[in-house]
């Protein structure tokens, strides 16, 4: 009797000493996990002093990440900037990016424009200076210019332009950002244009002035003479 009471005794501490390892076990996995899902966010909560969208100032050209919704990147000849094309939110845009000796520097975004119509690029740009101005606050500088023939000018013979400049920055230490649309509008539409190339721009750039001279920009300082060898 004493045999089988010993015999089930050490059986119900084994069966304990088995739960606690598991327990161990799976204890371990979710810190890992846990970890691994407190990398990934603070990957995603990176801000703009780190980069852009979590892609590092200063970074190669080799090591530019891949993006939802967009084309494979596209190297420029002289390995200074990378397009890729695809939509960011609303609209459909290519974004550059761009490289000098000291790496990633500056990302540029183009936003596809209505090259008719004055008033829907202007809405544009004020959609995205109020969609920075909710993350990154009011800009600290801004510039707004229309003038030209409204879109009711009509003299097909004299055909005028409508031009529009808006320009916003804001100051997020070390970055700066502008946004900017240049838009120029023939006056009055015809079927086909005068002057048959896209006029207008609309830019959004993020750049990071630490990062933005290349070597042959930099000016080694001149050696004076002393002023013993003058006088």
């Not at 190297?75 to 000098?100: C, E, H, I, P």
């Amino acid at each position: 009797m004493k045999r089988i009471i010993l015999s089930l005794y050490i059986f119900s501490i084994l069966i304990a000493q088995n739960e606690i390892v598991e327990n161990a076990v799976d204890t371990t996995a979710l810190n890992e996990q846990s970890s691994i899902n407190i990398d990934e966010d603070m990957n995603l909560d990176l801000g703009l002093d780190f980069g852009y969208k979590g892609y590092k100032w200063g970074s190669s050209i080799s090591t530019l990440p891949g993006l939802d919704n967009f084309t494979d990147a596209q190297t420029s000849a002289d390995q200074k900037s990378v397009k890729l094309v695809g939509v960011l939110g609303l609209d459909s845009v290519v974004v550059n990016y761009v490289y000098s000796d000291s790496g990633f520097w500056k990302v540029e975004i183009d936003y596809e424009l209505n090259n008719n119509d004055i008033d829907e690029q202007i809405d544009k740009f004020i959609r995205l200076e109020k969609n920075i101005s909710e993350v990154y606050g009011n800009p600290f500088s801004t510039e707004q210019t229309v003038n030209g023939p409204s879109s009711s000018y009509s003299n097909i013979l004299h055909i005028k332009y409508s031009r529009s400049f808006y320009r916003s920055s804001w100051n997020v230490t070390p970055v700066r950002i502008l946004l900017i649309l240049n838009g120029i509008i023939q006056q009055p539409q015809t079927e086909n244009s005068i002057l048959e190339d896209e006029l207008s721009i609309l830019k959004l750039v993020y750049y990071n002035p630490d990062y933005m001279q290349s070597a042959e920009d930099q000016v080694e300082n001149q050696k004076l003479p002393s002023i013993y060898d003058i006088y």
